[in-house]
T-cell receptor
Framework: SAVISQKPSRDICQRGTSLTIQCQVDSQVTMMFWYRQQPGQSLTLIAT?????????ESGFVIDKFPISRPNLTFSTLTVSNLSPEDSSIYLC????????????FGPGTRLTVT | QKEVEQNSGPLSVPEGAIASLNCTYS??????FFWYRQYSGKSPELIMF????GDKEDGRFTAQLNKASQYVSLLIRDSQPSDSATYLC????????FGTGTRLQVFP
């Protein structure tokens, strides 16, 4: 499966600031996704990052709060804007490998704490 | 509302026993199902996927799917303490929907 890296692995940010998370894949993939995992909870899909077009956001998530870029088939960024303590969470990118079907593989995650 | 439900556990089994993890789903349109293992502080790791009714075996793991009953399970044979983790079930229609996970504890 693809090797996925994320930067930063963790960060502590102040309320009202923004954090940009990078996701890098070692091979070209069509589908990249961003998830949030709040403490003690399961994974919630934020958006699908589409190469060359706007991201597709899930209900409850908006572009102004979670802008996403996908400049090529190996890289994406998620920005969490205007941070509040409720944004403290783990943010994960994943990729769907077209050759194997719908299986998704996750990056190591970014642990965000907002103070 | 598409849902995937799991018992949160913890499920405690002795080393060497069979651990049985269960999952139900509400959307009959779900095409495929996935089991992820998540160790504390780590990201989810895909361990099994199943698309068709019946059983699928991979080493010590067996995934079972019953679409009529909308039921998915994961059996872990010869459970080891290293299997202690949270197991997430996910179903796919147009996106992955995750259950809340079952925490498995394997004690020596």
């Amino acid at each position: 499966s693809a090797v996925i890296s994320q930067k930063p692995s963790r960060d502590i940010c102040q309320r009202g600031t923004s954090l940009t998370i990078q996701c890098q894949v070692d091979s070209q993939v069509t589908m990249m996704f961003w998830y949030r995992q709040q403490p003690g909870q399961s994974l919630t899909l934020i958006a699908t990052a589409n190469q060359g077009s706007e991201a597709t956001y899930e209900s409850g998530f908006v572009i102004d709060k979670f802008p996403i870029s996908r400049p090529n088939l190996t890289f994406s960024t998620l920005t969490v804007s205007n941070l509040s303590p409720e944004d403290s969470s783990i943010y994960l990118c994943s990729v769907e490998e077209a050759t194997t079907g719908q299986e998704q593989y996750f990056g190591p995650g970014t642990r965000l704490t907002v103070t | 509302q598409k849902e995937v439900e799991q018992n949160s556990g913890p499920l405690s089994v002795p080393e060497g026993a069979i651990a049985s993890l269960n999952c139900t789903y509400s959307d009959r349109g779900s095409q495929s199902f996935f089991w992820y293992r998540q160790y504390s502080g780590k990201s989810p790791e895909l361990i099994m996927f199943i698309y068709s009714n019946g059983d699928k075996e991979d080493g010590r793991f067996t995934a079972q799917l019953n679409k009529a009953s909308q039921y998915v399970s994961l059996l872990i044979r010869d459970s080891q303490p290293s299997d202690s983790a949270t197991y997430l079930c996910a179903g796919y229609t147009d996106k992955l929907i995750f259950g809340t996970g079952t925490r498995l504890q394997v004690f020596p």
